[in-house]
């Protein structure tokens, strides 16, 4: 059996100290940038140099546990490279992708225990003989949070089909996650607010969706790292979906993605129909606003 070895440290590896496998993406052409770095499937616990720490986290190591992962030697055999040599870089792309749009569901689904926790308090606790609710300032949080949650849900939703029809994501998975992990942030600092002090204790799940909702501008690339994706496409300077493996952009232009949409979700392919009902409502109702002014015109 060839054998190579990998030495490195990275803060942030989840669950880096309990798995028993991992891929590890290596430099092996230091020369080549990114088409330098290979991908491998590697096993912690049966070979030497894996030493992963566990790092506490404020309010996240209950739920989610990150390792600091330091590589001293680590034995690495050759021939488990996950895909050709070069090939890395292309497949973690991929990888983001999918993970992208899960960071997403995972934030919106925080926003809307967030919502619903607040509009819950927002009904039940009575200051000078009414339910805070009452109060104009809390029903415009409760707006915010309500509209945010129907916008991140419609992104969320079109990123899943586009994906579940292998269609171009890279771009809607970055706006998914982009748009769903403000939301998020803001529904819990809203849902923390109306709370009062009632929001900062330990006891009351707000104060965990907060801490928690921090958590989903970092995993699977920074809010900035998406909004860099998202911008140079806008701009032409880097097309989103350069990596996508069946068809790129370049022959799917994007303006044309709702139509191949509209198509699969016609054939009603796998789970994405029941993921498609909300995004079609929401593009139905767009379609309908853009013919309406097309006929005032
Ligand atoms: C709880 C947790 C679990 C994690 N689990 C994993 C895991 O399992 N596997 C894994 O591989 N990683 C994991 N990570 C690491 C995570 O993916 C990284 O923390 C994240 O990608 C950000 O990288 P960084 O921390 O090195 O920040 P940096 O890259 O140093 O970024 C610091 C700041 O600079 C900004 N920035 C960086 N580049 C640019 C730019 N070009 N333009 C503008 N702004 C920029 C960023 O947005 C950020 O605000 C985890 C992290 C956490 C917190």
Redesign the pocket.
């Known amino acids: 059996m060839a054998t190579s070895t990998a030495s490195a440290g990275?803060?942030?590896?989840?669950m880096a100290s309990e798995t028993d496998v991992g891929v590890l993406l290596a430099k092996t052409d230091r020369n080549a940038g990114v088409k330098g770095v290979t991908a491998f499937i590697v096993h912690p616990k049966k070979y030497p140099g894996w030493n992963a720490q566990p790092v506490p986290?404020l309010g996240?190591s209950k739920s989610?546990r990150?390792n600091v992962l330091f590589l001293d030697d680590f034995v690495v055999p050759v021939e488990d490279h996950l895909g050709e040599e070069g090939e890395g870089f292309k497949i973690v792309i991929r990888a983001l992708q999918p993970g992208r749009v899960t960071i997403a569901g995972n934030a919106l689904g925080v926003a809307r225990a967030c919502f619903e926790e607040a509009v819950r308090y927002a009904n039940e606790r009575e200051l000078c003989g009414q339910a805070i609710g009452r109060f104009q300032m809390i029903q415009s949080d409760i707006a915010e949070m309500a509209t945010a949650i129907e916008n991140s849900r419609a992104l969320v939703y079109k990123a899943a089909i586009c994906m579940d029809n292998g269609l171009p994501s890279n771009r809607i998975a970055a706006m998914a996650k982009y748009h769903a992990s403000q939301t998020a942030k803001m529904c819990a600092d809203k849902a923390v607010h109306i709370f009062g002090g009632y929001g900062l204790a330990e006891e009351y799940p707000v104060s965990y969706y907060r801490a928690y909702s921090d958590?989903f501008f970092?995993?699977?690339?920074?809010?900035?790292?998406q909004k860099?994706v998202i911008a140079e496409d806008a701009l032409d300077y880097k097309i989103a979906e350069c990596h996508h493996g069946r068809r790129g952009l370049r022959e799917i232009r994007k303006d044309d993605v709702g139509a191949e949409l509209a198509k699969a979700w016609r054939r009603g392919a796998g789970t994405a129909r029941a993921l498609a009902a909300q995004s079609a409502c929401a593009s139905a109702s767009m379609n309908s606003r853009v013919r309406i002014i097309r006929t005032a015109s």
């Open positions: 990275k803060l942030g590896a989840s986290m996240l989610m990150t958590m970092t995993g699977e690339g920074s809010a900035n790292v860099i």
